[in-house]
């Protein structure tokens, strides 16, 4: 798939995402298997948490308050909410996504919950209208997978020239543990669910090292990808004669909608452990930089 066609699929894809409503209580699963506590969840509206979180940036960013965190894609806002609580009245909470919807769903979601602290930027992730050195901290959670590998550099580039020196990034991120076979890597579903555009982690260590970070560090979670196929298919046998949200299909991050590639049953056969895990990235942007 070239990066323009990417792009437009991934925006169409989570636009749908962005008005689609299911259970809520998938989405807590989701969330909660992914470290975040109910606690935190109970204090957002309910449609900032979309189900589609492959970690929980914030359980590594150590976000104090005063400070201004990014989130580069910030889906219905569920991380901006949650840092605009920590930060405080003093800080700010920026999210940034290229999904309108997503961006109106984020901003009826700050104002239902009377956060006056959280703006919202409308742009690709790789190129960011907000000046140099405006963040302490920039967050990011399973979004920089959906980037084209071409493009994938940019965003740490932009990240190093949007923190302040001494600044941390703080990411959950799906990557990639062994080379993807063809028919997963050209599998559209696959691709907006955050598998088939998977990076390496030998990649992700000279994206940061060539933007000039430091003290990086990349850890497994090992946490179950598997969880949304089991999780649908649980919900199917419950409930039978509910339409099908399509998370068999192919999502390691969220329901699915739109064609495919590879038939549902191949999908559904996959181990996407095998392939990828949920990852946690951390480093620095030096204090002083050469």
Known sequence: MDAVNAYRQVQEHYGQVATTHLPQDYHHKVATAFGYKLDDLHSIPGSANLGVSCGNPLAIANVHKG?????LGCGGGIDVLLAAAKVGPEGKAVGVDMTKNMLDLARRNADKAGVSN???VEASITSIPLPSGTADCIISNCVINLVPAADKPLVF????RLLKPGGRIAISDILAKKE???EVRDDFLLYVGCIAGASPVHD???FLYDAGFQGALILDTNNDLNLYKVMWEAERADKPGRPSPQLSCGSCCGAQVGRSQVRPKCRLQLDFNEWAGSFQVYAIKP???V
Not at 67 to 71: G, L, Q, R
Not at 157 to 160: A, G, P, V
């Open 67 to 71: 400070e201004t965190v990014i989130d």
């Open 118 to 120: 959280a703006s919202f």
């Open 157 to 160: 580039h932009e990240m190093f």
């Open 180 to 182: 993807l076979p063809g």
């Open 204 to 206: 992700y260590e000279k």
């Open 287 to 289: 204090k002083v930089v």
